[in-house]
């Protein structure tokens, strides 16, 4: 797992390496989003002796943010059942399909600190210095339509990221997120969310079909989201297959699910995972975001082509092209193709590769070994996280019903209770009381 922590996780806490961080800020950072703009894709996590609860920042927050929650609390209790130790902490958890936290200071400069400095020479990426922390390294940002712009994307780009930043509330603290862009030439991103994996796609399981039986064609079957654009890949690799002669020849695509209200589609039939090793090829095109289908498609034995995009999940930044799959766009994917006809030896080596690395990094408990470092970094940026954490579990946790108390709530724990606790936490350490809040 070290090159899985490495590649990826100590990149995500890249800037926000060389400050202190205090219970009172995350806690101010709550307050704020609970009272303005409804949250609803945002959770707090608590976890406290090996118990996984979620709290919703809404009163109705989305079933997406219901379901994926609870995968993520029930990946993480299973883990702890089985005898993981994940350590007690809170933290905020977004799982929208976008990264939420922006980078509030263009300017870019070296991380005060020896670990920021040893981080930042080690990823090859700058890190945001802010002197004492006093001030959030970040801005929240609502859910957005497009994907941020690459670097050097021009002058409207970059004034419509700066209205969004200054429109947002401020990051104080770090915030767990699913999926952000990222930008492979610079080794950096806009958004400083760390991602945490998803738990309610299971990854680990691998899936042997004959190569020799396997069709050869590439397969792909997709929803059509309804945030994807008009000219999204998804829709041009279907354009493809039925007015070119080497996309007649060469794909069998289709769109399984159109949630969209713009595009009349004709469904196709649905493939299970497990019959996707029935294609030698695999096409994983993104819809609004990346797409999450990856981690399984790397399960089959067969070549995935990953679109190029910069949206990535928790693991993206530890997969290497033509080695865990091929790289494509949708100006080349028949060219891509052809040169994968004819080179059966490599189509072969990529497949296991990427088999291999699913079943070694992918899988449920991989994925709570993950997160438990993610928490472990997380606290050790707190000065009084572990006090605080100490005093919540002795304090009574059951006050009335309150924003978040629609699901995930265990022990009596509710936001409203919670929200109280945390803030007579802050009042006592105010007046310089003692650390743990009986």
Not at 322 to 336: G, I
Request: hydrophobic share 40%; charged share 20%.
């Amino acid at each position: 797992m070290a090159g899985i922590y490495r590649d990826n996780l100590d990149a995500d806490f890249v800037p926000w390496l060389g400050r202190r961080y205090t219970v009172r800020q995350l806690y101010e950072m709550m307050s704020t989003l609970i009272k303005g703009r409804p949250q609803k894709y945002l959770s707090v996590v608590v976890v406290s002796r090996g118990s996984v609860t979620f709290l919703p920042l809404a009163a109705r927050p989305m079933t997406l943010t219901i379901s994926r929650m609870r995968a993520i609390v029930s990946g993480l209790s299973n883990a702890t059942a089985a005898g993981l130790a994940i350590p007690d902490s809170i933290f905020l958890m977004n799982v929208w399909d976008e990264g939420r936290c922006y980078r509030t200071d263009p300017r870019i400069g070296a991380a005060s600190g020896a670990a920021s400095g040893s981080a930042t020479r080690r990823l090859g990426v700058n890190a945001i210095s802010k002197g004492d922390g006093a001030e959030p390294v970040a801005r929240l940002r609502g859910p957005a339509r497009k994907p941020l712009a690459a670097a050097g994307a021009g002058a409207a780009a970059t004034a419509a990221a700066a209205r969004r930043r200054a429109q947002s509330p401020p990051c104080a603290v770090p915030l767990f997120s699913l999926i952000k862009s990222w930008d492979y030439a610079a080794h950096s991103s806009e958004e400083t969310d760390v991602l945490l994996p998803f738990f309610n796609h299971v990854y680990g399981n691998l899936v042997y079909y004959p190569w020799e039986k396997k069709y050869d064609k590439a397969l792909m079957r997709a929803a059509m989201q309804a945030q994807m654009r008009p000219n999204s890949t998804r829709l041009w690799i279907m354009a493809l297959q039925k007015n070119d002669p080497d996309g007649q020849r060469l794909l069998d695509a289709g769109i399984t699910n159109n949630l969209s209200k713009r595009k009349d589609i004709q469904l196709a039939n649905f493939v299970t995972i497990p019959d996707h090793a029935r294609w030698k090829y695999l096409l994983s095109a993104d819809g609004f975001t990346a797409s999450c289908r990856l981690g399984k498609l790397m399960g089959t034995d067969s070549v995935v082509l990953k679109e190029t995009t910069p949206w990535i999940e928790y693991y993206y930044r530890s997969l290497r092209p033509d080695v865990h799959f091929v790289p494509f766009v949708k100006d080349n994917v028949l060219q891509v193709l052809k040169s994968l006809e004819a080179d059966q030896a490599r189509c072969r080596s990529v497949a296991a590769s990427a088999q291999n690395f699913t079943y070694t990094f992918l899988g449920n408990h991989s994925k709570a070994l993950y997160v438990r470092r993610a928490l472990t970094t997380y606290n050790g940026l707190f000065d009084d996280m572990a006090g605080f954490m100490a005093g919540l579990q002795s304090g009574p946790l059951g006050a009335a019903e309150g924003v978040g108390a629609v699901a995930g709530r265990a022990g009596g724990l509710t936001l409203s209770g919670l929200m109280d606790h945390m803030k007579a936490y802050v009042e006592r350490s105010g007046r310089g009381g003692a650390a743990s809040a009986a």
